[in-house]
């Protein structure tokens, strides 16, 4: 009888000693262009780790024999950009507000670069499109409906001291009283619904006539009589469709008994005078400004 010999036999190839139903591992050695690839690797590895920013530190990073930073790269770009717009930076924040929409170039520059400071530190309160979220109090800057003015200068003074800000002197200030302890859970219920009857909703015929007293002796003051609000107070127009925190009567109830005070932080500390007109100059053109 002929002996077949195997193949492993025939290549002299050793075992790992693993086996699996008989079936044995073979310690086959790697292929010599994959043992070179990986040195070549393993060698421009460190190479990388030495030249470049690599191995992290305390504060910061080995800075690499070449010195090589993109932090530094783009502080560059960053400063090429404002060296080349220099000029017409300065001449934005010179300018007369009212006369910036009148200069095409000027307010295009503003409009592009109010874009950038939006999205950078407004975007994330008034959404990326500017529309708001009613459910947190966050205005939609899209709609012609402005607690404190919607003109140029409005948004300026808004954006530079903020709403309700402690940190600024000249912040814009007004205080909602908290019905909630001054009107009984019925009191609040009937001026809901006048609130609803003004403002074009449907609403209970009877306890909307009795809101009408109690409305012209508690929030006609603020609200005005017809209660089309008082931008000098920061007081809400309660005649249109447009609710800052929600028209439903869940919602007015919720107003009315616990009131509302939103604040917007002073942008002055944080934006210079440029980014503020420029972004003023972007709300401003959104279709919402006055």
Do not use: K
């Not at 086959?28 to 043992?35: A, K, V």
């Not at 421009?44 to 191995?55: F, K, Q, R, S």
């Amino acid at each position: 009888m002929t002996e077949h010999r195997s193949h492993q036999d025939d290549q002299d190839v050793g075992t790992t000693g693993h086996s699996w139903d008989g079936i044995e591992e073979l310690n086959n050695p790697l292929p010599r262009w994959w043992l070179y690839t990986l040195y070549v690797c393993i060698i421009w590895g460190i190479g990388y780790t030495i030249a470049y920013p690599a191995w992290p530190l305390i504060s910061a990073a080995t800075p690499g024999l070449l010195g090589f930073s993109t932090r530094q790269d783009v502080a560059d770009e960053i400063a090429r950009f404002e060296t080349t717009n220099g000029q017409i930076a300065q001449r934005l924040a010179m300018a007369d507000l009212a006369d910036i929409p009148a200069d095409p170039g000027l307010n295009s520059y503003a409009t592009a670069r109010g874009a950038a400071v939006f999205r950078t530190n407004c975007s994330q309160c008034h959404g990326a499109g500017a529309a708001g979220v009613q459910a947190a109090g966050y205005p939609n800057l899209l709609d012609d409906d402005w607690l404190w003015g919607g003109d140029l200068a409005a948004i300026h003074q808004t954006i530079t001291h903020g709403i309700r800000s402690d940190a600024d002197d000249d912040t814009r200030w007004s205080q909602m009283p908290v019905f909630g302890e001054i009107l009984e859970p019925e009191q609040i219920d009937q001026v809901v619904m006048y609130v609803r009857t003004i403002s074009g909703q449907s609403h209970d015929a009877g306890p909307a006539a009795a809101g009408a007293v109690i409305f012209a002796e508690n929030c006609a003051a603020c609200h005005g009589e017809t209660g089309m609000g008082e931008r000098a107070l920061g007081a809400p127009n309660l005649t249109d469709a447009i609710w800052l925190y929600g028209g439903s009567v869940d919602r007015l109830r919720e107003t009315v008994t616990y009131a509302r005070a939103g604040m917007m932080p002073n942008w002055s500390p944080r934006l210079s005078e440029t980014d503020i007109r420029a972004v003023a100059t972007y709300v401003h053109q959104l279709g919402g400004g006055e």
